[in-house]
């Protein structure tokens, strides 16, 4: 099969398609042929060798796929050869082949085509399992997405909708504002000119968001906790502003909140077979009903991912990119 190889880490240049032996399937994994993969920012670190994958699971990037299945591994007997899906991986989306466990697996939910579906298992399980299954947002409350025009944040921003919570966002320019607000979002911040701390309080009476989803780390790490409200979960995904930062545990401990740092790619098997299904009895009905879609920016041949790489990396697309074998 053909994937997309890293020899060397660096730059997106670094990306390299190859021939490669395909992959067969262990015991309890099922073989999908890939017809479309999804690029996400975990991607570009590993290309970068800051992210390594966990031990076990393929060399190559990707962590969503949709496909068909061409291959059953012993011990499969809820899935059947020709079967549409989609998946959550560990890695090793970007090629013609790839192996994944049974339990990580979704049906393409109806009304989305095969090739689309890949743009929603990352991010669906993403969302699901830190904004609801950790942070436990209520209808009601108010949640502020940062990064609210990328894939993460439109998916964030439609379930939270579809649940009846108010929504709030940041993003960096009028027009991924303006998609933020066609999602459902009510407070639109644009945080090159707007201090977002500021506007949400005054958009809330003073109280701030019950949960916060934030992609940037320390950079926004002391500015978060005062943009939360008493009881306030802030829920760190990712450190696109750096790992190290201050924490004012006075602050945290007046306001009764809590900082949680979650990753997805490094849990076991089980836990990911978990919000897989929680993901599909939850999120998937939503799907089918039109109140939640995948918001796809733009789709690159496979051979193509260093294009599909500096797209994500100049941050001006909405939604998200997907690379088509």
Same mark, same amino acid.
């Given at each position: 099969?053909?994937?997309?190889?890293?020899?060397?880490?660096?730059?997106? @240049?670094?990306?390299?398609?190859?021939?490669?032996?395909?992959?067969?399937?262990?015991?309890?994994?099922?073989?999908?042929?890939?017809?479309?993969?999804?690029?996400?920012?975990?991607?570009?670190?590993?290309?970068?060798?800051?992210?390594?994958?966990?031990?076990?699971?393929?060399?190559?990037?990707?962590?969503?796929?949709?496909?068909?299945?061409?291959?059953?591994?012993?011990?499969?007997?809820?899935?059947?050869?020709?079967?549409?899906?989609?998946?959550?991986?560990?890695?090793? +989306?970007?090629?013609?082949? $790839?192996?994944?466990?049974?339990?990580?697996?979704?049906? $393409?939910?109806?009304?989305?085509?095969?090739?689309?579906?890949?743009?929603?298992?990352?991010?669906?399980?993403?969302?699901?399992?830190?904004?609801?299954?950790?942070?436990?947002?209520?209808?009601?409350?108010?949640?502020?997405?940062?990064?609210?025009?990328?894939?993460?944040?439109?998916?964030?921003?439609?379930? =939270? $909708?579809?649940?009846?919570?108010?929504?709030?966002?940041?993003?960096?320019?009028?027009?991924?504002?303006?998609?933020?607000?066609?999602? +459902?979002?009510?407070?639109?911040?644009?945080?090159? @000119?707007?201090?977002?701390?500021?506007?949400?309080?005054?958009?809330?009476?003073?109280?701030?968001?019950?949960?916060?989803?934030?992609?940037?780390?320390?950079?926004?790490?002391?500015?978060?906790?005062?943009?939360?409200?008493?009881?306030?979960?802030?829920?760190?995904?990712?450190?696109? +502003?750096?790992?190290?930062?201050?924490?004012?545990?006075?602050?945290?401990?007046?306001?009764?909140?809590?900082?949680?740092?979650?990753?997805?790619?490094?849990?076991?098997?089980?836990?990911?077979?978990?919000?897989?299904?929680?993901?599909?009895?939850?999120?998937?009905?939503? $799907?089918?009903?039109?109140?939640?879609?995948?918001?796809?920016?733009?789709?690159?041949?496979?051979?193509? =991912?260093?294009?599909?790489?500096?797209?994500?990396?100049?941050?001006?697309?909405?939604?998200?990119?997907?690379?088509?074998?």
């Amino acid at each position: 099969m053909l994937a997309i190889t890293i020899p060397e880490p660096g730059a997106a @240049d670094a990306l390299v398609v190859a021939e490669v032996p395909d992959p067969q399937p262990g015991a309890g994994e099922v073989r999908v042929r890939v017809a479309a993969a999804g690029v996400n920012r975990a991607d570009v670190m590993q290309r970068m060798g800051r992210y390594p994958p966990p031990p076990g699971a393929p060399a190559y990037p990707g962590l969503e796929v949709s496909g068909v299945i061409d291959a059953l591994g012993p011990q499969v007997s809820s899935w059947a050869i020709g079967d549409e899906v989609c998946a959550l991986l560990s890695g090793g +989306g970007y090629a013609q082949l $790839v192996c994944v466990p049974a339990g990580q697996l979704l049906p $393409v939910p109806e009304g989305i085509s095969l090739r689309d579906a890949a743009a929603l298992p990352e991010v669906a399980c993403t969302v699901w399992s830190n904004v609801f299954l950790t942070a436990n947002l209520q209808p009601a409350e108010t949640i502020l997405i940062h990064g609210g025009s990328s894939g993460i944040g439109t998916m964030a921003i439609q379930l =939270a $909708v579809a649940l009846g919570a108010r929504v709030a966002v940041t993003a960096g320019s009028a027009a991924k504002l303006e998609v933020c607000r066609e999602l +459902g979002a009510e407070i639109a911040i644009n945080y090159r @000119d707007q201090d977002f701390v500021a506007e949400l309080a005054a958009a809330t009476a003073g109280q701030g968001a019950d949960v916060i989803l934030d992609n940037m780390g320390a950079k926004y790490l002391a500015r978060n906790v005062t943009a939360l409200a008493d009881g306030g979960r802030l829920v760190v995904i990712g450190l696109q +502003g750096g790992a190290r930062g201050e924490l004012d545990l006075a602050a945290l401990l007046t306001k009764r909140a809590a900082v949680i740092a979650t990753s997805l790619r490094a849990r076991p098997p089980a836990e990911k077979a978990t919000i897989v299904a929680a993901v599909r009895e939850h999120v998937w009905p939503l $799907v089918a009903a039109g109140a939640v879609r995948p918001v796809i920016h733009e789709r690159f041949a496979l051979a193509d =991912a260093a294009a599909a790489h500096r797209a994500l990396e100049a941050s001006q697309h909405i939604g998200k990119l997907l690379l088509v074998p």
